[in-house]
């Protein structure tokens, strides 16, 4: 009733063993309880681990492809799990492997971008087989955080734009000291330069009013008084010459 389940790529070959869970009444063509697994590499040495070191391995090759492709590429694992992967020199990807034994160092291994890519393969389709019912807890995809967005963009080209604005700034105010001052019309010039003084006193209106009716207001003293009108003059009458008598 043993299972073998295998997954062939170029540079690499992901073999699974297991046995049907028959008490979750699982078929024979089924494999729900997984004893051993094995990854052999083209040049390299044979990997062979439990559930858990399949389970790591994934949990840490496909997040960090997906950064990869995304443009973003940071390392993964580390600390507790017994897998690690990271960016190395150009094109390569160095890949830690820890074992559960103590006595035994941990190995590494340098991928190229095609055997990273083999890698992920194998593992894409050990978790998308219909014939393992297990449940493969593997990181859902997230979206990328705005400081990952950032580490996108090259920062000769993030400084870009704020360099250039301080650099239209300057310009723009340096070319702004040279500009020559507008100049005001002669008329508004003088009018500037001698302002019209105001009167020191102004007529009120009652005195207005009573220069209009004829009357003579005196000055404001304290109290105003209001003189009598003028007789009307007279006027002269005409001379009539003499009347000149016939000789």
Do not use: N
């Not at 790529?9 to 051993?36: F, K, M, W």
């Not at 870009?160 to 008329?187: D, H, I, K, N």
């Amino acid at each position: 009733m043993k299972q073998t389940l295998l997954y062939d790529q170029q540079s690499c070959r992901l073999q699974l063993e297991g046995l049907p869970d028959l008490s979750a009444g699982q078929g024979g063509t089924s494999l729900g309880i997984i004893t051993g697994w094995s990854l052999e590499w083209l040049g390299r040495p044979q990997l062979e681990g439990r559930k858990e070191h399949l389970l790591a391995l994934m949990g840490v090759v496909l997040p960090y492809a997906r950064h990869l492709i995304s443009g973003v590429a940071r390392p993964f694992g580390g600390g507790e799990l017994p897998v690690e992967i990271g960016p190395a020199e150009p094109g390569s990807h160095a890949l830690l492997l820890r074992s559960s034994q103590p006595e035994v160092a941990p190995l590494e291994l340098t991928l190229d971008d095609a055997e990273l890519a083999d890698l992920v393969r194998v593992l894409d389709q050990l978790r998308l087989d219909p014939r393992l019912a297990l449940e493969m807890p593997v990181p859902e995809p997230r979206p990328l955080r705005a400081r990952e967005l950032m580490e996108r963009v090259p920062l000769p080209q993030r400084l870009a734009a704020p360099v250039g604005g301080l650099a239209a700034l300057a310009a723009a105010a340096g070319l702004a000291s040279f500009w020559p001052q507008p100049r005001l019309p002669q008329q508004v010039q003088a009018s500037v330069a001698s302002p019209v003084k105001a009167p020191s006193s102004q007529t009120s209106p009652i005195q207005a009013s009573s220069k209009e009716a004829g009357s003579i207001v005196a000055p404001s003293t304290g109290a105003s008084s209001t003189a009598a009108p003028s007789p009307p003059t007279a006027p002269a009458r005409p001379t009539v010459p003499p009347p000149v008598l016939p000789a």
